[in-house]
Every structure is written in C-alpha cells, then in structure tokens.
C-alpha cells in the first residue's frame, strides 16, 4: 500500500505551481450533445486555467459521435479525441482518459451537459490541499425514480464500502495526479465511481465534498437504465465481500470534509445556459471544514 503521507507531501509541494487541469469526458452515442459539451469545456476552462486540455473518450459510438467531435477540433484547441473501436464502458473510458491525462489535476464530467464547468475552478483550488474533490448534486434535475434509486445506493455503498460521500456517482470530480495513480479504476461498467471513492478510504486519503449544480440533460438520451440497477448491486456486493470481508482493509477511516459554501443557484430550465464568459468570482479561500462520523 502507498503511503498516504508521501502523496500529501507531493500535493502540498506542486500546489504553489499549479495551473494546469486535464478534463476527461467519456461519451457513448451522444452525438446530439458532444458540440455543445465541447464549446463550454472549452470557455470554462479558459477562462479560469492558465493550462488546461479536454479529452473527448469515444466509446465505441454507434451513432456520429466522433464524426461530431472532429468537426468541432478545429475550433476546439485545447480538445483531443481518444477512441474505442468497441464499447468497452463507462469505467474504462475514464480510465483511457486518466491515462492519457497531462496536468497535475484530473478532472472528469459527463457529456450530457448537466453540470456547469466553471465551477471546476472551484473543486480545483481545493484540490490544492485535498487529494481527492468531490461534488454532490444539489438541487438534482434527474426523475424522482432515479433519485430514490440513487439514494438507496449510496446508503448501501456508505453501509458496506465505506464510501462515506452523499452522492458518489456525481460525474464533476477532481484528483490530484498523485492520488489517481492509486485510484485508476479496475471497473469496466458504472460501479466505477463506488471502487474509486472505496480505494480512497482505503488509501487513507481525505476527499472534500462541495454542492455543484445540476442542470437537466441538454439532448440525447441517458445510458444508464433501470437494467443497471442489479447489475451494479451484484458488483456492490461483490467488491464487499472481496475488498472488505475477505480483503485487509486499513482499520482508520480518513475525513471527508464538506465546505461551508452557499448551494448553487437553481437552473430555472433545460433552455437556459449559463454565462460561460462572464469574469471569475472572487477567489473563495478553502473555509473550515470538520471531521465527518466515521
């Protein structure tokens, strides 16, 4: 096992340097959405990262999600387009991303257009002290079914995995490369999410929670379906009994901390896009946080 000390030594040394984020965005069939998840990558980011660079991860699309991506390239500078030839899934699209990521901070999102990027900037200066940033969705604009599912899972993934986060499948995260290298998901399908928040605990890494909005899905249509639902259980209950029953787990459960921070402004409809030009906000210095019940 790594030691966790090592990787915070590491954060707290390259943190006066950091400029640089690396934002990975797996996309399977979403060809009616991918220009326009593009174009506000690519404004947020400039307008709060000295350096910074997109991943497009094709996987294996049936439908023109690449042709739609090399369309936008040539406007699109700081993007890149990584493939599958096949489907391969969710995780492994992150994990090709991760991989192929060159900045010190490696962000990840989802190109249905439901988060607003530009509060990455936030998740981002609190990287520079927290190895690992989490969102959670604050007023979430997803079906009531799917919340309530939502719910039970995380309750059962905080019981049995030690998960501890409000909200682990929130797809608007931030790693410090140190840490990530210690995370890099295994998990080809949706569990990703629940294996790298697991491994944190059991890296004895901290990871910082702050609310993030949540906007309706801007086209397309969502890839996970109710036939997921067992799926990802079966695997939940899998990892349990391998990693924490029959595996040696570390016995001290690291901190989450949750910033004090105002819940973002609700988006009024799917119509509505934010201002991605307007300044930065002020610098919000990290407020204090307390030691989350184990």
Known sequence: MPDSQAIMGSIRM?????????????????????????????TALAAHFGSFEVLIVDDGSADTTAAEVSAALPSAPHTRLLRHESNRGYGAALRTGFEAARFELVAFTDA???????????????????????????????????????????????????????????????????ALAELLPESRGFFVNTEMMTRARQQNLPVTEVPVTHRPRAGGESKVSLREVPRTARKLFAFWWQEVIRGATPTVTPAVFQTKMSAPQVIASQDHVPDLLSPRAPQVAPPARHRAAA
């Open 14 to 42: 390259d943190a006066a340097n950091r400029t640089g984020l690396s934002l990975v965005i797996p996309a399977f069939n979403e060809a009616a959405v991918i220009a326009r998840a593009i174009t506000e990558a690519e």
């Open 112 to 178: 249905d257009c439901q988060f607003d990027l530009t509060e990455l900037a936030q998740l981002a200066d609190l990287a520079a002290n927290t190895p690992v940033v989490v969102g959670y969705r604050a007023d979430r604009k997803d079906p009531w079914r799917r919340q309530f599912l939502s719910w039970g899972y995380n309750v059962m993934a905080r019981a049995l995995l030690g998960t501890r986060v409000r909200d682990v499948d929130c797809a608007l995260k931030v790693f410090h490369r140190a």
